[in-house]
């Protein structure tokens, strides 16, 4: 009987010695970080787009469009007015269906609507907007206080974007290179004023074990 109990107190101590040491590996730790130091983080976790991707290509691609002699033409001709712009949709033509297009959009819009050259004409407000003024026009709301249909201001450009991803892999390394594409375009001649590209690429090995 009594080596029963040792035998059964010798696998309880070896359960919960074994319990501790799992607890340890599992443990987790998190903390806020700047942006360099997540995108330099990201790189060691995944090869896939990250905020850093999203922040240099914008980047890149205001300070192309900025330089662009024939963008410099139009700007000219504007004088000192605000140039009003319309950002389509950016379409995903990569084979990642998670990629952040979305971001991208945004981190365009903000970059956009932060500038003192630019002024944002915003296509997704358009529907409710025309909504909103039929209701004040259609005898709901005081003719002195209703807003008038036909005062919307219409774009100067129109910006285009695709971003593009081709991958080539061999022996567990693998080269992503993304492309990323603007194109902006005279709303009132369809004549394209400029275009931008911006590569991004990205190295990766995978060794034959998970571990």
Known sequence: M???????????LTSTLLLGLLSGCASFKAERVDDKTADDRAMKVTDKWVNGDTILVIDGTIKK???H??????????KKENIKVFVAEIQNNTSEAYFPIKDLEDALLEKLSNSETFLLIDASAREKLLKELQYQNDGSVDPAQS?????????DLMIMATVNMKPETRDGKTVKSYSVNFRLTDVETAEEVCRTREVINKYSEQSGSSW
């Open 2 to 12: 009594k080596k029963y109990n040792r035998a059964l107190f010798a696998i309880a």
């Open 65 to 67: 469009i900025y330089e």
């Open 69 to 78: 002699a024939r963008f410099k033409s139009f700007q000219s001709k504007k």
């Open 147 to 155: 807003k008038k249909i036909g005062k919307q201001a219409g774009a």
